[in-house]
């Protein structure tokens, strides 16, 4: 299977580590990233020269999948377009619930799987990735829970290559879980600078997880997922395990003085409720105290 993977962060290298022995793949990239990663790129401490393609030396991928924050899917979508054909399966695994929208209004709903990465552990920096988790877990999926040709090759393609991988019977609902996921622990850890092994250990953290997340719950609700209290411990239970050093995104991300996810997660708990009338005001609050502390970081 003919693979092309857009963004090469603590997602994107990842999987390519995963998958770069076992199928023909390659990063797309512009002209100035090739020449930086040309040397390779620094996985859990090894240097792997990756193949590169840039939008003028395209062709046509079986599977592309985006791995790129929100806020550069727009300019990611523009570099990807000469690598889409008619029989292109294109699998997103951004954070946040918007991703498939986007990619669907572009190139055609027939075209997008639903799907993210949970489990993850990694911290990135310029060249180098280090993953503390062996590679996280993908979720994906026919939007309908169908089981399709293209959702078993892509299966046996991760199976084979160690990434693990989960085909859930409702992708909506694991989707949802994993933006609560990512709205509960990714802005309260970058709002607090906490480590997984600071998370796993603090009972306070934890609670305002609880409260936030029952929040997320109904505007799901409003949206027609159900969220169930299971799902809230479950999720607490899943990040609390992972116990290393390794840092969510958001917080990664502050740390570095770049732009975050902030309005795909509580900004985007936020919008929703404002449009199903559901009072959110923690959701607005943690929103902006990251952004308020983006500005002090930013001025120190």
């Known amino acids: 299977m003919n693979v092309r993977i857009i963004g090469a962060g603590a997602v994107g290298a990842v999987v390519a580590w995963k998958l770069y022995r076992h199928t023909d793949m390659a990063f797309i990239v512009d002209e100035e990233r090739s020449r930086r990663y040309s040397d390779g ?11 590169l393609r840039t939008p ?22 523009d ?27 572009r190139f055609g709903s027939d075209k997008v799987l639903y799907g993210f990465i949970t489990d993850l552990s990694s911290t990135h920096s310029g060249i180098e990735t280090t993953c503390f988790s062996n590679g996280g877990t993908i979720v994906f999926g026919e939007r309908d829970g169908s089981e ?5 090759a892509i299966w046996e393609l991760f199976t084979a290559a160690g990434q693990k991988c989960i085909v859930p019977e409702d992708i909506l609902h694991e989707k949802w879980w994993k933006f609560m996921l990512n709205t509960c622990f990714n802005t309260l850890s970058a709002i607090l600078e906490a480590d997984y092994a600071a998370i796993s250990a603090n009972g306070p953290f934890i609670r305002a997880v609880r409260l936030v997340a029952r929040e997320v719950q ?39 003085g770049r732009e975050t ?13 404002k449009l ?25």
Do not use: W
Request: hydrophobic share 45%.
């Open 261 to 273: 996810e902030n309005r795909y997660f509580a900004g985007a708990v936020s919008r929703l409720g």
């Open 148 to 152: 399709t040709g293209r959702v078993r």
């Open 56 to 77: 003028s030396e395209a062709d046509t991928a079986d599977l592309l999948i985006f791995a790129v924050k929100n806020f550069q899917l727009e300019d990611a979508m």
């Open 218 to 256: 109904r505007v799901a609700s409003a949206e027609g997922v159900t969220l169930t209290q299971d799902d809230i411990e479950e999720m607490i239970r899943r990040v609390t395990a992972l116990c290393d050093h390794g840092k969510t995104s958001m917080l990664q991300d502050v740390l570095a």
């Open 79 to 105: 570099e990807a377009a000469p690598f889409v054909g008619d029989s292109t399966v294109i699998l997103p695994l951004l954070n946040g619930i918007d991703a498939e929208r986007v990619l669907s209004g």
């Open 41 to 51: 790129l620094i996985v859990n401490g090894e240097r792997i020269r990756f193949s």
């Open 276 to 300: 199903h009338s559901v009072p959110t005001p923690l959701s607005d609050l943690i929103s902006i105290l990251l952004e308020a502390k983006r500005s002090v970081r930013a001025s120190l």
